[in-house]
Nanobody, 123 residues
């Protein structure tokens, strides 16, 4: 059974950077498509960026274009979300999700979820 744990959230000033990590246990994360989602208070969960399980293609939401980058660290069985130029509207709980076949930003496509990590962007 795949288990996911997110880490790396915190408080950062606008324009700052954070690196989120989604660490897996119980299975090789490289066999799964992985996506990052986020949910701000009072808002629906939003897909941020995903990476495929076949050729590591990536797809991102327009709101994070040029600022967020998803990648795999195979040696650590981890998927990383590097975030730069953070904005107050990026404030949310960030979740990683995985599925054997999913590739996209639709939450219902993903079976395995982490517990989330809080990202707060504020001056």
């Amino acid at each position: 059974q795949l288990q996911l744990v997110e880490a790396g959230g915190g408080l950062v000033h606008p324009g700052g950077s954070l690196r989120l990590a989604c660490s897996a246990s119980g299975s090789l994360l490289n066999d799964y498509g992985v996506a990052w989602f986020r949910q701000a208070p009072g808002k629906e969960r939003e897909g941020v960026e995903c990476i495929s399980n076949s050729d590591d293609d990536t797809y991102y939401a327009d709101s994070v274009k040029g600022r967020f980058t998803i990648s795999r660290d195979i040696a650590k069985n981890t998927v990383v979300l590097q975030m730069i130029d953070l904005k107050p509207e990026d404030t949310a709980v960030y979740y990683c999700a995985a599925d054997h076949t999913a590739y996209g930003l639709i939450a219902s496509w993903f079976v395995y979820w982490g517990q989330g990590t809080q990202v707060t962007v504020s001056s």
